[in-house]
């Protein structure tokens, strides 16, 4: 099967940003924003070999990959409710949304219990916008330090999600400051309008969804 054009360009978009900052391509992952998307959308990209896929919310994700999950890697990148802690250290293998000591302890509490453990990435509310997930940046490396200390998290990296209405370059230079001073190497930044930003400003996985899939509906 031919792979959709759409996802090949953000594909090619990728490695060529990457080669113009010097970076190897193979550092940067291609997370594909599957949530809202009909499946229709989402079978052509997978077919075409992608094998990582992001999502929103633990229910509609557990919905669409239910049996079709085997060798696939699957990111919860929306706000996690420490009540869903439990389905979502389950059926995730990425849970990129650590941002609260209650949600911590929700999913120690679950990695205890259910002896799996998904790699974890705190988010950094790097525009300190208070309708939006994550710890504020004065806070990062406190929380950082809890989540290893009292909970025995290895965390894999930071993620953000810069203001709409603002250059994103500073917000990403913000969050691998913040990732170099606590040890951490992967940085999960950029999306449809700003991936090429992010892979200059080191971003080890970017979050695709409406560059590969088109518009969602609703």
Known sequence: MTA???YSDVVARIARAAQACGRDPAE???VAVSKQQPWEAVEPVLAAGQRVFGENRVQEAMARWD???DGLTLHLIGPLQSNKAKE????FDVIESLDRDKLARALAEQVQKQGRTPRLYVQVNTGEEPQKAGVIPAEADAFIATCRKDYGFELEGL???PPAHEPAGPHFAL???VAQRNGLSKLSMGMSDDFETAIRFGATSVRVGSAVFGARSG
């Open 4 to 6: 959709p054009p759409a």
């Open 28 to 30: 940067v992952s291609l």
């Open 67 to 69: 049996g079709k999950a």
């Open 88 to 91: 979502a250290v389950a059926f």
């Open 159 to 161: 993620m953000c999600i």
């Open 175 to 177: 969050l691998a400051k």
